[in-house]
């Protein structure tokens, strides 16, 4: 396709997405495009180190239409300050700093909130050391086969760009895997696995008796009673059924740009406050609707729990949660007012995403003390009704009679098996019944099914373990 032809179908497409759903929104697409090409690539350059123009493609390819955009953006790194800028045909002009410890945050004009960065205290980890400070290569070849077939790319697309893999069992690394230029220490977006990780920390201010679940969520703009949408719980924004009017967050790809809630993501500074402005589209409670405006929504809950500042939020979170489990290679990112970007913006390393599941093995305990409220975790895996995909309250479930549990058990998964998963391939799935932890981050496009290799890993890491398990004479 010649370059004017591709200018005419990218006009065309915005000017019939202003048609379709008004010149507002329209107008927002290069904003949101670019907005997400600039926070990935400063986030992965900046706090993960990669390849900069690698990274940009395989993010672009896993991300069906975003090929029409990336050839038109402009692109520029400024490696002395740490920013990267995108535009497209010099509009929708998107801006994101990195600051250290605190990763990298879009910038729309009206400046960034300041954020002290809170000291490390040096707390103790409670959580057993899960490994050595060199890889751990497979322990037996099954496991060595299941890892070679995850990295083993298909001689044409989709491919699976798979860049780590942990398996952990019974609290122990027994294999790990990553792709050139990443290590046990590389922190990776998880995107929305971040959601487990607030919804973890939403348990935390539960147990301490700073929020609850039922009873209308503490959100200053609800509290009129006569507001429609005062009896939001917590319980409703965990599980998306809150029935906030802000588009769909499920798919990746360019007609996602269209969402409202990605206007809010990559074009507001202070992203939950336009999440709590948002009207209803349905009464709360009474259908479910995921999207990330209920996560921006409970990150704001955090902050102000924890004691009103960017700074207290991110200490909460690393004394209460990273700290205990032994999370040290982690960055929580922040939106341009200062507040956790708690849908989909936390870097970890693959190892520290394990011990964030080994915590759930543990019912919520590391080390003899409880972390997560008694009955926490059944609670998350618990199925969330009308919810097709199988969620519960912030993790994906096989609970429950859904489509997604019941196409998961038939390829293998086992029904206790439940799942942080983040969009392009990103998952810590847990499954206590085999004592394992299985860890999988890459570059992968959402669909087809099965498209990331993740089915076949599972499969391939039970049979594995199962199989060790009965040649050392253990269950």
């Not at 008004?22 to 495009?33: E, S």
């Not at 959580?127 to 037996?140: N, W």
């Not at 890892?147 to 001689?155: G, I, K, S, V, Y």
């Amino acid at each position: 396709m010649t370059r004017r032809r591709k200018i005419i179908l990218l006009t065309t497409t915005i000017a019939c997405a202003g048609l379709a759903l008004g010149a507002a929104r329209a107008r927002d697409v290069p904003k949101v495009a670019t907005g997400f090409i600039a926070h990935t690539l400063c986030s992965e350059t900046f706090v993960s180190g990669l390849d900069l123009m690698r990274d940009l493609a395989e993010t672009t390819d896993a991300m069906p239409g975003a090929g029409l955009l990336t050839w038109a953006m402009d692109l520029r790194v400024d490696r002395t300050r740490k920013d990267v800028t995108v535009s497209l045909f010099g509009i929708g002009r998107s801006h994101a700093v990195y600051r250290e410890g605190l990763g990298c945050t879009l910038e729309h004009g009206q400046g960034i909130a300041d954020v002290a960065l809170p000291p490390d205290d040096q707390q103790p980890a409670l959580l057993p050391e899960i490994a050595g400070p060199g890889i751990v290569p497979p322990q037996s070849e099954g496991l060595a086969a299941a890892l070679d077939r995850a990295f083993a790319e298909p001689t044409q697309p989709p491919y699976r760009r798979t860049r780590a893999i942990v398996v952990m069992k019974a609290g122990r690394i027994i294999a790990e895997r990553y792709a050139e230029g990443i290590g046990p220490e590389t922190q990776l977006l998880g995107f929305s696995m971040t959601k487990s990780v607030m919804s973890a920390l939403t348990g935390i201010l539960v147990r301490q008796g700073k929020l609850k679940l039922g009873g209308p969520a503490p959100i200053a703009a609800w509290q009129n009673l006569d507001d429609p949408r005062h009896p939001i719980t917590v319980d409703q924004l965990l599980r998306h059924t809150a029935g906030i009017a802000l588009g769909s967050s499920l798919e990746a790809s360019l007609g996602s740009a269209l969402e409202p809630v990605n206007t809010m993501k990559y074009a507001e500074d202070d992203m939950a406050s336009f999440a709590e402005r948002a009207p209803l589209a349905t009464a709360p409670g009474t259908a479910w609707n995921y999207h990330d405006g209920n996560f921006l929504i409970l990150a704001h809950l955090l902050r102000d729990a924890a004691g009103g500042k960017p700074a207290d939020a991110l200490r909460f979170a690393r004394r209460e949660l990273f700290a205990p489990l032994g999370m040290v290679n982690v960055t929580l990112q922040l939106d341009a007012s200062g507040t956790i970007e708690g849908s989909g913006e936390m870097l970890a390393s693959a190892r520290d995403w394990a011990r964030f599941g080994q915590l759930y093995l543990n019912d919520g305990i590391a080390g003899g003390k409880r972390i997560l409220p008694e009955g926490w975790v059944n609670y998350s895996a618990s199925a969330t009704p009308h919810a097709w995909v199988g969620i519960g309250a912030g993790f994906w479930t096989n609970q429950g009679d859904s489509i997604g549990a019941k196409f998961r058990i038939t390829h293998g998964w086992p029904r206790d098996a439940f799942f942080a998963k983040g969009t392009i391939g990103q998952y810590a799935i847990m499954i206590p019944s085999e004592k394992l932890v299985i860890v999988r981050l890459g570059r992968s496009p959402n669909g087809p099914l099965g498209a990331d290799g993740v089915f076949d890993l599972v499969r391939d890491v039970i049979a594995a373990t199962r199989e060790k398990g009965k040649l050392a004479g253990t269950n």
